[in-house]
Protein backbone atom coordinates (compact mmCIF):
# COMPACT_ATOMS: atom_id res chain seq x y z
CA UNK A 1 0.00 0.00 0.00
CA UNK A 2 1.32 3.41 -1.16
CA UNK A 3 -0.09 5.70 1.05
CA UNK A 4 -0.82 9.83 0.40
CA UNK A 5 2.22 9.68 -2.95
CA UNK A 6 3.09 13.28 -3.47
CA UNK A 7 1.55 14.95 -6.51
CA UNK A 8 2.48 18.90 -6.19
CA UNK A 9 1.85 19.55 -9.70
CA UNK A 10 -1.96 18.00 -10.03
CA UNK A 11 -2.28 21.16 -7.12
CA UNK A 12 -0.82 23.39 -9.08
CA UNK A 13 -3.55 23.91 -11.92
CA UNK A 14 -6.47 25.16 -9.70
CA UNK A 15 -4.23 27.54 -8.47
CA UNK A 16 -3.39 29.32 -11.83
CA UNK A 17 -7.28 29.91 -12.55
CA UNK A 18 -7.55 32.03 -9.22
CA UNK A 19 -4.58 33.65 -9.55
CA UNK A 20 -4.79 35.17 -13.07
CA UNK A 21 -8.08 37.45 -12.87
CA UNK A 22 -8.30 41.05 -14.16
CA UNK A 23 -10.38 44.03 -13.87
CA UNK A 24 -10.81 45.59 -17.28
CA UNK A 25 -13.33 47.85 -17.93
CA UNK A 26 -13.70 47.98 -21.36
CA UNK A 27 -14.78 44.45 -22.33
CA UNK A 28 -18.06 43.93 -23.91
CA UNK A 29 -18.47 40.01 -24.09
CA UNK A 30 -21.01 37.73 -26.02
CA UNK A 31 -21.09 34.44 -23.86
CA UNK A 32 -22.49 31.42 -25.98
CA UNK A 33 -25.11 29.73 -23.50
CA UNK A 34 -25.39 26.10 -24.20
CA UNK A 35 -28.38 24.04 -23.02
CA UNK A 36 -29.57 21.05 -23.01
CA UNK A 37 -32.88 19.38 -22.41
CA UNK A 38 -34.13 22.43 -21.16
CA UNK A 39 -31.49 23.14 -18.57
CA UNK A 40 -28.15 25.46 -19.18
CA UNK A 41 -25.16 23.11 -19.22
CA UNK A 42 -22.75 23.26 -16.06
CA UNK A 43 -19.81 24.49 -18.24
CA UNK A 44 -21.79 27.19 -19.69
CA UNK A 45 -21.82 28.84 -15.54
CA UNK A 46 -17.58 27.71 -15.75
CA UNK A 47 -17.80 30.34 -18.95
CA UNK A 48 -19.53 33.27 -17.51
CA UNK A 49 -17.56 33.11 -14.39
CA UNK A 50 -14.41 33.42 -16.52
CA UNK A 51 -16.08 35.77 -19.12
CA UNK A 52 -17.36 37.83 -15.65
CA UNK A 53 -12.96 38.22 -14.97
CA UNK A 54 -12.19 40.55 -17.70
CA UNK A 55 -14.89 42.99 -16.03
CA UNK A 56 -16.81 45.32 -18.29
CA UNK A 57 -20.24 43.62 -19.48
CA UNK A 58 -21.42 39.95 -20.31
CA UNK A 59 -24.10 39.45 -22.84
CA UNK A 60 -25.83 35.86 -23.09
CA UNK A 61 -27.18 34.38 -26.06
CA UNK A 62 -29.53 31.72 -25.72
CA UNK A 63 -30.33 30.16 -29.28
CA UNK A 64 -32.94 27.63 -30.04
CA UNK A 65 -34.07 27.94 -26.27
CA UNK A 66 -37.20 28.54 -24.75
CA UNK A 67 -38.13 31.30 -22.81
CA UNK A 68 -37.57 30.04 -19.31
CA UNK A 69 -33.46 29.54 -20.39
CA UNK A 70 -33.34 33.12 -21.15
CA UNK A 71 -34.86 33.95 -18.09
CA UNK A 72 -33.08 32.00 -16.13
CA UNK A 73 -29.55 32.70 -16.98
CA UNK A 74 -30.92 36.83 -16.88
CA UNK A 75 -30.74 35.72 -13.01
CA UNK A 76 -27.17 34.88 -12.94
CA UNK A 77 -24.18 37.01 -11.64
CA UNK A 78 -22.51 39.16 -14.14
CA UNK A 79 -25.28 38.73 -16.89
CA UNK A 80 -26.05 42.61 -18.48
CA UNK A 81 -28.46 41.32 -21.01
CA UNK A 82 -29.95 38.32 -22.43
CA UNK A 83 -30.09 37.53 -26.87
CA UNK A 84 -32.51 35.31 -27.35
CA UNK A 85 -32.39 33.54 -31.33
CA UNK A 86 -35.44 31.73 -30.63
CA UNK A 87 -35.79 29.80 -34.17
CA UNK A 88 -35.31 26.11 -33.33
CA UNK A 89 -32.81 25.10 -35.93
CA UNK A 90 -30.24 26.60 -33.11
CA UNK A 91 -31.42 24.18 -30.96
CA UNK A 92 -29.02 21.32 -32.17
CA UNK A 93 -26.29 23.73 -31.89
CA UNK A 94 -25.25 22.70 -35.97
CA UNK A 95 -22.07 24.94 -36.24
CA UNK A 96 -23.22 26.13 -40.24
CA UNK A 97 -26.08 27.54 -38.58
CA UNK A 98 -24.77 28.97 -35.59
CA UNK A 99 -21.53 30.40 -36.56
CA UNK A 100 -23.04 33.14 -38.85
CA UNK A 101 -25.48 34.29 -36.21
CA UNK A 102 -22.57 34.66 -33.63
CA UNK A 103 -20.67 36.53 -36.45
CA UNK A 104 -23.75 38.89 -37.11
CA UNK A 105 -24.27 38.96 -33.32
CA UNK A 106 -20.90 40.18 -32.47
CA UNK A 107 -20.18 42.55 -35.76
CA UNK A 108 -23.67 44.43 -34.62
CA UNK A 109 -23.15 44.82 -31.00
CA UNK A 110 -19.28 45.48 -31.35
CA UNK A 111 -18.39 42.46 -28.66
CA UNK A 112 -14.94 42.29 -28.27
CA UNK A 113 -15.15 39.18 -26.90
CA UNK A 114 -17.11 35.86 -27.51
CA UNK A 115 -16.66 33.06 -24.65
CA UNK A 116 -18.06 29.37 -24.70
CA UNK A 117 -17.26 26.32 -23.24
CA UNK A 118 -15.11 24.35 -24.10
CA UNK A 119 -17.22 21.53 -24.59
CA UNK A 120 -18.13 19.66 -28.08
CA UNK A 121 -20.05 22.62 -29.16
CA UNK A 122 -17.86 25.65 -27.92
CA UNK A 123 -14.94 23.17 -30.35
CA UNK A 124 -17.31 22.94 -32.93
CA UNK A 125 -18.60 26.60 -33.45
CA UNK A 126 -15.91 28.46 -32.61
CA UNK A 127 -13.24 28.17 -34.78
CA UNK A 128 -15.74 28.52 -37.23
CA UNK A 129 -16.73 31.95 -36.21
CA UNK A 130 -12.71 33.08 -35.86
CA UNK A 131 -12.23 32.16 -39.10
CA UNK A 132 -15.03 34.24 -40.21
CA UNK A 133 -13.83 37.19 -38.85
CA UNK A 134 -10.66 36.80 -39.53
CA UNK A 135 -9.02 36.25 -36.13
CA UNK A 136 -7.39 33.90 -33.88
CA UNK A 137 -9.57 31.29 -31.20
CA UNK A 138 -8.16 31.08 -28.13
CA UNK A 139 -8.99 27.51 -26.90
CA UNK A 140 -9.15 25.73 -23.56
CA UNK A 141 -8.23 28.42 -21.16
CA UNK A 142 -7.47 28.19 -17.74
CA UNK A 143 -6.93 31.92 -16.25
CA UNK A 144 -7.87 35.02 -17.42
CA UNK A 145 -4.76 37.26 -16.86
CA UNK A 146 -6.61 40.44 -18.90
CA UNK A 147 -8.53 41.65 -21.62
CA UNK A 148 -6.05 40.39 -23.93
CA UNK A 149 -4.03 37.87 -21.83
CA UNK A 150 -5.29 34.13 -21.20
CA UNK A 151 -3.80 31.19 -19.60
CA UNK A 152 -3.86 27.77 -21.44
CA UNK A 153 -2.36 24.47 -20.93
CA UNK A 154 -0.16 23.07 -23.86
CA UNK A 155 1.69 19.95 -24.25
CA UNK A 156 -0.81 17.70 -22.52
CA UNK A 157 -0.81 19.89 -19.68
CA UNK A 158 2.71 19.31 -19.31
CA UNK A 159 3.45 23.54 -19.97
CA UNK A 160 0.93 26.40 -18.99
CA UNK A 161 1.60 29.21 -21.98
CA UNK A 162 0.25 32.60 -21.34
CA UNK A 163 -1.01 34.25 -24.48
CA UNK A 164 -1.74 37.49 -25.93
CA UNK A 165 -4.18 37.91 -28.78
CA UNK A 166 -3.64 41.63 -30.79
CA UNK A 167 -7.20 40.54 -32.34
CA UNK A 168 -10.11 42.80 -32.87
CA UNK A 169 -12.22 40.34 -31.28
CA UNK A 170 -10.97 37.44 -28.91
CA UNK A 171 -12.79 34.04 -29.49
CA UNK A 172 -12.33 32.35 -26.46
CA UNK A 173 -13.12 28.74 -24.65
CA UNK A 174 -12.84 27.78 -21.40
CA UNK A 175 -11.99 24.81 -19.55
CA UNK A 176 -14.82 24.43 -17.70
CA UNK A 177 -12.60 22.78 -14.30
CA UNK A 178 -10.55 25.65 -14.10
CA UNK A 179 -12.96 27.99 -12.94
CA UNK A 180 -16.20 28.29 -10.43
CA UNK A 181 -19.35 27.54 -11.88
CA UNK A 182 -21.34 31.17 -11.81
CA UNK A 183 -24.18 31.91 -9.36
CA UNK A 184 -27.89 32.62 -9.24
CA UNK A 185 -28.30 35.99 -7.75
CA UNK A 186 -31.46 37.65 -8.31
CA UNK A 187 -29.96 39.45 -11.13
CA UNK A 188 -32.44 40.52 -13.37
CA UNK A 189 -31.13 41.11 -17.19
CA UNK A 190 -32.73 42.54 -20.03
CA UNK A 191 -33.67 40.09 -22.13
CA UNK A 192 -34.21 41.11 -26.05
CA UNK A 193 -34.19 38.92 -29.51
CA UNK A 194 -31.22 39.11 -31.72
CA UNK A 195 -31.43 39.94 -35.38
CA UNK A 196 -32.56 37.06 -37.45
CA UNK A 197 -30.13 35.82 -39.97
CA UNK A 198 -30.53 33.43 -42.84
CA UNK A 199 -29.63 29.94 -42.44
CA UNK A 200 -27.36 28.46 -44.55
CA UNK A 201 -29.08 25.31 -45.11
CA UNK A 202 -25.85 23.19 -46.09
CA UNK A 203 -26.67 20.70 -43.08
CA UNK A 204 -30.10 19.56 -41.74
CA UNK A 205 -30.39 18.00 -38.25
CA UNK A 206 -31.44 14.41 -38.64
CA UNK A 207 -31.52 12.36 -35.93
CA UNK A 208 -29.67 11.69 -32.82
CA UNK A 209 -28.87 8.14 -30.96
CA UNK A 210 -28.10 8.32 -27.45
CA UNK A 211 -26.87 5.98 -24.78
CA UNK A 212 -29.01 6.39 -22.07
CA UNK A 213 -27.52 5.52 -18.20
CA UNK A 214 -29.02 6.13 -14.85
CA UNK A 215 -25.38 6.88 -14.01
CA UNK A 216 -24.52 10.08 -13.63
CA UNK A 217 -22.92 11.88 -16.47
CA UNK A 218 -18.87 11.23 -16.92
CA UNK A 219 -17.94 15.48 -17.52
CA UNK A 220 -19.92 16.50 -14.17
CA UNK A 221 -19.96 13.32 -12.23
CA UNK A 222 -18.53 13.76 -8.12
CA UNK A 223 -17.00 10.47 -8.55
CA UNK A 224 -15.29 8.46 -11.38
CA UNK A 225 -14.16 5.27 -11.77
CA UNK A 226 -11.65 4.51 -15.01
CA UNK A 227 -10.49 0.97 -16.38
CA UNK A 228 -7.49 0.95 -18.38
CA UNK A 229 -5.92 -2.14 -20.59
CA UNK A 230 -5.87 -3.79 -17.35
CA UNK A 231 -9.13 -4.61 -17.71
CA UNK A 232 -8.44 -7.21 -19.83
CA UNK A 233 -11.77 -7.10 -21.93
CA UNK A 234 -15.26 -5.29 -22.15
CA UNK A 235 -17.44 -7.67 -20.34
CA UNK A 236 -14.94 -7.02 -17.59
CA UNK A 237 -15.93 -3.54 -16.75
CA UNK A 238 -19.21 -5.02 -15.25
CA UNK A 239 -17.15 -5.11 -11.95
CA UNK A 240 -16.18 -1.40 -12.22
CA UNK A 241 -20.32 -0.84 -13.13
CA UNK A 242 -20.73 -2.96 -9.82
CA UNK A 243 -18.22 -0.27 -7.78
CA UNK A 244 -19.46 2.35 -9.44
CA UNK A 245 -23.67 1.62 -8.85
CA UNK A 246 -22.42 1.11 -5.20
CA UNK A 247 -20.52 4.52 -5.13
CA UNK A 248 -22.78 6.68 -7.26
CA UNK A 249 -20.31 7.19 -9.71
CA UNK A 250 -19.61 7.14 -13.54
CA UNK A 251 -17.55 5.11 -15.22
CA UNK A 252 -14.68 6.48 -17.60
CA UNK A 253 -12.07 5.01 -19.41
CA UNK A 254 -8.34 4.91 -20.90
CA UNK A 255 -7.81 5.90 -24.71
CA UNK A 256 -6.37 1.92 -24.97
CA UNK A 257 -9.14 0.46 -23.66
CA UNK A 258 -11.53 2.48 -25.92
CA UNK A 259 -9.25 1.70 -28.58
CA UNK A 260 -9.43 -2.18 -27.82
CA UNK A 261 -12.95 -1.74 -28.32
CA UNK A 262 -13.96 -2.78 -24.64
CA UNK A 263 -15.68 -0.11 -24.12
CA UNK A 264 -17.60 3.23 -26.15
CA UNK A 265 -15.39 5.82 -26.79
CA UNK A 266 -17.87 8.53 -25.04
CA UNK A 267 -15.76 7.32 -21.88
CA UNK A 268 -12.53 8.07 -22.72
CA UNK A 269 -10.85 10.72 -20.30
CA UNK A 270 -7.70 12.33 -21.63
CA UNK A 271 -5.71 14.55 -24.00
CA UNK A 272 -8.48 13.65 -26.28
CA UNK A 273 -11.11 12.53 -24.61
CA UNK A 274 -13.01 14.35 -21.52
CA UNK A 275 -11.31 16.79 -18.71
CA UNK A 276 -12.76 15.67 -15.59
CA UNK A 277 -11.98 17.27 -12.18
CA UNK A 278 -14.19 14.75 -9.75
CA UNK A 279 -13.93 14.54 -5.74
CA UNK A 280 -12.32 11.19 -5.82
CA UNK A 281 -11.56 9.64 -9.15
CA UNK A 282 -10.40 5.71 -9.36
CA UNK A 283 -7.87 4.97 -11.85
CA UNK A 284 -7.70 0.51 -12.05
CA UNK A 285 -5.50 -0.77 -14.44
CA UNK A 286 -4.12 2.19 -15.92
CA UNK A 287 -0.86 3.11 -16.30
CA UNK A 288 -0.81 6.98 -16.20
CA UNK A 289 0.34 8.03 -19.14
CA UNK A 290 0.36 12.19 -19.55
CA UNK A 291 -2.46 12.24 -22.60
CA UNK A 292 -4.77 10.13 -19.70
CA UNK A 293 -3.12 12.53 -16.72
CA UNK A 294 -4.08 15.63 -19.11
CA UNK A 295 -7.79 14.55 -18.75
CA UNK A 296 -8.09 14.15 -14.97
CA UNK A 297 -4.79 14.98 -12.53
CA UNK A 298 -7.11 18.01 -11.52
CA UNK A 299 -9.41 15.48 -9.74
CA UNK A 300 -9.35 16.28 -5.66
CA UNK A 301 -8.78 12.61 -4.65
CA UNK A 302 -6.85 10.25 -6.97
CA UNK A 303 -6.96 6.43 -6.31
CA UNK A 304 -4.74 4.05 -8.24
CA UNK A 305 -5.32 0.51 -8.36
CA UNK A 306 -2.52 -1.33 -10.44
CA UNK A 307 -0.21 -4.30 -9.49
CA UNK A 308 2.91 -2.63 -10.82
CA UNK A 309 4.44 -0.81 -8.29
CA UNK A 310 6.44 1.27 -10.62
CA UNK A 311 3.00 2.57 -12.75
CA UNK A 312 3.78 6.37 -13.08
CA UNK A 313 0.20 6.87 -11.96
CA UNK A 314 1.17 6.17 -8.48
CA UNK A 315 3.08 9.65 -8.85
CA UNK A 316 -0.33 11.55 -9.21
CA UNK A 317 -1.85 9.39 -7.01
CA UNK A 318 -3.29 10.44 -3.43
CA UNK A 319 -3.86 6.61 -2.60
CA UNK A 320 -2.20 3.86 -4.17
CA UNK A 321 -2.97 0.04 -3.97
CA UNK A 322 -0.68 -2.28 -5.61
CA UNK A 323 -2.73 -5.58 -6.29
CA UNK A 324 -4.23 -7.52 -8.80
CA UNK A 325 -7.49 -5.52 -10.04
CA UNK A 326 -9.70 -8.79 -10.36
CA UNK A 327 -9.01 -9.46 -6.78
CA UNK A 328 -9.33 -5.57 -5.30
CA UNK A 329 -11.70 -4.70 -6.88
CA UNK A 330 -14.91 -7.11 -5.86
CA UNK A 331 -13.28 -7.04 -2.43
CA UNK A 332 -13.52 -2.90 -2.53
CA UNK A 333 -17.16 -3.31 -3.70
CA UNK A 334 -18.63 -6.03 -1.10
CA UNK A 335 -17.03 -3.89 1.41
CA UNK A 336 -19.39 -0.49 0.24
C1 LIG B 1 -1.90 12.06 -29.34
C2 LIG B 1 -2.29 11.07 -28.27
C3 LIG B 1 -3.45 11.30 -27.55
C4 LIG B 1 -3.81 10.40 -26.55
N1 LIG B 1 -4.94 10.66 -25.82
C5 LIG B 1 -5.26 9.84 -24.80
C6 LIG B 1 -6.40 10.11 -23.98
O1 LIG B 1 -7.16 11.05 -24.19
N2 LIG B 1 -6.63 9.28 -22.94
C7 LIG B 1 -5.85 8.21 -22.65
O2 LIG B 1 -6.13 7.50 -21.68
N3 LIG B 1 -4.77 7.93 -23.41
C8 LIG B 1 -4.48 8.71 -24.48
N4 LIG B 1 -3.41 8.39 -25.27
C9 LIG B 1 -2.76 7.07 -25.09
C10 LIG B 1 -1.76 7.04 -23.96
O3 LIG B 1 -0.48 7.44 -24.45
C11 LIG B 1 -1.64 5.61 -23.39
O4 LIG B 1 -1.30 4.73 -24.44
C12 LIG B 1 -2.90 5.11 -22.72
O5 LIG B 1 -3.38 6.06 -21.81
C13 LIG B 1 -2.59 3.81 -21.99
O6 LIG B 1 -3.78 3.29 -21.47
P1 LIG B 1 -3.73 2.31 -20.24
O7 LIG B 1 -3.08 2.97 -19.08
O8 LIG B 1 -5.09 1.76 -20.05
O9 LIG B 1 -2.85 1.10 -20.80
P2 LIG B 1 -1.39 0.64 -20.43
O10 LIG B 1 -0.42 1.73 -20.54
O11 LIG B 1 -1.14 -0.61 -21.20
O12 LIG B 1 -1.49 0.28 -18.88
C14 LIG B 1 -2.23 -0.80 -18.39
C15 LIG B 1 -1.94 -0.87 -16.90
O13 LIG B 1 -2.75 -1.88 -16.33
C16 LIG B 1 -1.98 -2.53 -15.34
N5 LIG B 1 -2.56 -3.86 -15.17
C17 LIG B 1 -2.59 -4.86 -16.09
N6 LIG B 1 -3.23 -5.93 -15.57
C18 LIG B 1 -3.59 -5.60 -14.29
C19 LIG B 1 -4.27 -6.27 -13.26
N7 LIG B 1 -4.73 -7.54 -13.42
N8 LIG B 1 -4.45 -5.66 -12.09
C20 LIG B 1 -3.99 -4.38 -11.90
N9 LIG B 1 -3.35 -3.66 -12.86
C21 LIG B 1 -3.16 -4.28 -14.04
C22 LIG B 1 -0.57 -2.55 -15.87
O14 LIG B 1 0.36 -2.68 -14.82
C23 LIG B 1 -0.49 -1.20 -16.57
O15 LIG B 1 0.04 -0.20 -15.71
C24 LIG B 1 -3.02 9.26 -26.27
C25 LIG B 1 -1.86 9.05 -27.01
C26 LIG B 1 -1.49 9.94 -28.00
C27 LIG B 1 -0.23 9.69 -28.77
Do not use: C
Not at 301 to 324: H, M, R, S
Amino acid sequence: MLANTARTFVKARPLFAQRFYATGAGANTLLIVEHKDGAITGATLNALTAASKLGGSVTALVAGGDDAIAQSIAKYTGVSKVLTASDAAYSKNLPEDLAPLLVEVTKSNNFTHVFAGHTAVGKNVLPRVAALLDVAAVSDITGVESEDTFVRPIYAGNAIATVKSNDNVKIVTVRGTAFEAAQESGNNAAVEAAPEVAKSGVTEWIGEEIQKSDRPDLGTANRVISGGRGMKNGDNFKLLYDMADKMGAAVGASRAAVDAGFVDNSLQVGQTGKIVAPELYVAVGISGAIQHLAGMKDSKTIVAINKDADAPIFQVADYGLVEDLFKAVPEITEKL
